[in-house]
């Protein structure tokens, strides 16, 4: 009969593998007994953010609750010129004007707002630090001056 293909380093190297396996197994059932996440319900991992943005465990007051009104929000660049038909003509001074791309703005003496302006919109060559009276009309990206002129 042949003799075992077995040999002591063999055996021994298969023992140290089981002894490992069973450890693991036994450190797997310890981690299962004493985890405390495993009885906690919902309600105990729920997170919620306060009114400051702060992340807090208690829900918040259902008393404190303020509501907003859609219209109220306004998307982009807000402009505090408003569209009033009673003083049409403004008037305002030419703080920049780019000759060469033919745009500028002018700050507005009453608002002191700085409204885009451009070429076409002129009746007389401008320059800067100008004295002018112009209209204002809404534009694709806010505020431009319109029917620009020069005064004394």
């Not at 003799?3 to 036994?26: N, V």
């Amino acid at each position: 009969m042949a003799k075992s293909q077995e040999t002591y380093s063999k055996k021994e190297a298969e023992k140290k593998k089981a002894q490992k396996r069973k450890e693991k197994e036994q450190r797997k059932e310890e981690r299962k007994a004493n985890n405390a996440k495993a009885g906690t319900s919902l309600e105990d991992m729920m997170a919620y953010v306060d009114e400051y943005g702060n992340i807090t465990s208690t829900p918040p007051d259902v008393n404190k609750k303020r509501t907003i009104n859609v219209d109220d929000i306004v998307i982009g660049a807000r402009n505090n010129v408003e569209d009033n038909p009673a003083d049409a003509f403004r008037k305002g001074k030419i703080t920049f004007f780019n000759e060469a791309k033919g745009y500028g703005f002018i700050k507005d003496l009453q608002s002191q707002e700085s409204i885009f302006v451009h070429v076409n919109q002129l009746t007389e060559a401008v320059k800067e630090n100008d004295k002018v009276s112009f209209e204002v009309e809404r534009g694709p990206k806010g505020f431009s001056a319109v029917r620009v002129k020069l005064t004394s």
